[in-house]
């Protein structure tokens, strides 16, 4: 029987909590196919760009899936694994209801999202809408050269401005304008920053 929630439906994926949390709901937290990553990310000794596939056996696992179960929700990476330890920390929500998607989310592992931090849904509101999981795996490399990610194991899944996944791995329902906005504004802060280094 499906849960339900008690809230503001503020569009078809996105309803606010009586508390004030948001429930951010079918979205795509990671997709099978063809990654990029330098060699070092790969523990490897080069820092070359090699083309690594997450196939659907892998992504979709039942031990994957269950590893991403009630995770931490963050604001960009942290530079830690979360754990018990500094849940407190970087927590901003939790993923909840991880399942693979259907029909044009066939591809895709799809869960609901609870955030509970005003700033992050603040900055989701304003278009920062991109995902991005942090897991282990294993890189493998086949008998023709390519590699696979393997045993992939869940840790968090941020909330960032540009996500390895591309642009379909996101919180759906975005403004377009606020969107566009959102992303003029942190490319002039870029702009503005490398200005400020070049002067100094």
């Not at 078809?12 to 070092?40: F, H, M, Q, W």
């Not at 604001?75 to 754990?83: F, G, K, L, Q």
């Not at 329902?173 to 969107?179: L, N």
């Not at 992303?183 to 100094?200: A, E, M, P, S, W």
């Amino acid at each position: 029987m499906p849960v339900t929630y008690y809230g503001s439906r503020i569009s078809d994926n996105i309803i606010k909590l009586t508390d004030g949390c948001l429930l951010c709901k079918n979205v795509p937290i990671a997709r099978t196919g063809e990654y990029k990553y330098l060699g070092s990310e790969m523990g490897l000794d080069d820092n070359d760009i090699h083309s690594v596939y997450r196939s659907d056996e892998d992504v979709f696992s039942p031990k994957a899936i269950a590893s991403f179960e009630g995770k931490a929700f963050t604001d960009n990476h942290p530079s830690d694994d979360v754990s018990i330890d500094n849940w407190a920390m970087y927590s901003k929500g939790e993923i909840k209801n991880v399942r693979r998607g259907t029909g044009k989310d066939s591809d895709k592992l799809i869960a609901d999202i609870f955030v509970r931090d005003p700033i992050v849904a603040s900055e989701i509101f304003s278009g920062k809408r991109e995902i991005s999981s942090g897991y282990t795996c294993e890189y493998v490399q086949d008998s023709n050269g390519k590699f696979y990610q393997k045993n992939i194991i869940g840790n968090h899944v941020a909330l960032v401005d540009n996500g390895r996944a591309g642009h379909t791995v996101r919180i759906n329902d975005q403004d377009p304008f606020k969107h566009n906005k959102y992303r003029f504004v942190k490319k002039l802060q870029d702009v503005i920053k490398i200005l400020d280094k070049g002067v100094k």
